[in-house]
């Protein structure tokens, strides 16, 4: 290889730290742990966890999560479906941070959770990861009447209450996910609410504070074309609910929208509680913001007060009655 080409190589065409950096040949250096945990029981939080194959011919799985602190479980328990984030290309339910905040979650909110491991681009161009996470709902569903692959959601699942959440892409996956749930119904499945962690979504036109951000505004809408090559643009109503005509069609009756001070991404949070609420859907929104924080903080700080007290306010949006 001549000098050229390898300095072609090693040129960086979207670096977007602590998460990940894009070279111009299309290598995707994820920038944070590679580390995989196994499932396991943890005794910190008394949850097992196991892992279940979705589709083999997709390469879909997931982790599930179950408390055992009264085991069998003495009544039904709701469904917490979790979408990890990393831009739509890193990631996985088996690194040690969403493995431990399952975990964490299950345990507190008392549900089953279920961790998707959606196939990622840029092997596997956006809307794969969508179209995964609906075969892999679609799955959770199909255990309604009790004779689904997996036991612990053939005994124990409460199809009245199932919940969706995710962070960053996971986010967005979720949205996806409510908007067309609402739309085509799945039988026996009540989606009670919807968890938007730091939500990645974005548009054309700059909204608050992104104006004065343009070189990551840059990076975002370059980002965005990689993980999704076919897009028309970040006006896509993938990225830009503002722009899907079937945005009152969420198919649940509460919605819960975290944002951070610091994130780039706050004011598409803010913004999305005002679409939901001009777009004709009936149900209810809430937004909380964690101060002097940014994107995903909660991931890279999970013990910190202020990930604590984010996750007890999810915690409770899953509980209320």
């Not at 040949?25 to 966890?49: A, K």
């Not at 809307?127 to 124990?156: C, F, I, M, R």
Request: aromatic letters at 10%; one cysteine or more; glycine letters at 6%.
């Amino acid at each position: 290889m001549d000098s050229n080409s390898s300095t072609i190589n090693n040129e960086i065409a979207i670096d977007i730290p602590p998460i990940l950096r894009v070279y111009k040949n299309g290598h995707v250096e994820n920038l944070m742990s590679h580390e995989v945990v196994p499932p396991s029981f943890d005794p910190t939080t008394n949850v097992e966890s196991k892992d279940v194959i979705i589709s083999k011919q997709h390469n879909i799985s997931a982790r599930l999560f179950i408390p055992k602190t009264t085991y069998p479980p003495t009544q039904k328990l709701p469904i917490f479906i979790y979408f990890h984030g990393g831009a739509f290309c890193i990631e996985t339910p088996f690194s040690p941070n969403y493995h431990n905040y399952l975990n964490s979650v299950t345990s507190l909110a008392n549900v089953i959770g279920v961790s998707v491991d959606y196939r990622r681009a840029p092997e596997h161009p956006v809307p794969t990861a969508h179209e995964d996470s609906w075969l892999a709902l679609k799955w959770v569903a199909s255990h309604v009447n009790g004779n689904g692959s997996d036991e612990w959601l053939n005994q124990y699942a409460d199809f009245e209450k199932v919940f969706l959440g995710g962070d960053s892409a996971g986010a967005n996956i979720s949205h996806y996910l409510g908007i067309r749930a609402g739309k085509e119904k799945l039988h026996g499945v009540k989606l009670e609410g919807i968890v938007y962690v730091h939500p990645y979504f974005w548009g054309v036109d700059p909204i608050g504070s992104e104006s004065d951000r343009a070189e990551f505004v840059e990076k975002i809408h370059n980002l965005w074309r990689f993980t999704c090559p076919t897009t028309s643009g970040s006006d896509d109503p993938l990225m830009n609910p503002a722009k899907d005509p079937n945005l009152g069609s969420l198919g649940c009756k509460r919605v819960l929208i975290c944002v951070a001070e610091k994130d780039i991404l706050r004011d598409r949070g803010w913004y999305f509680k005002e679409l939901l609420e001009k777009n004709g859907w009936g149900g209810i929104v809430e937004v909380v913001e964690t101060e002097d924080e940014d994107h995903i903080f909660h991931m890279f700080k999970p013990s910190c007060e202020k990930a604590k007290v984010l996750l007890s306010q999810i915690v409770s949006f899953i509980k209320r009655d």
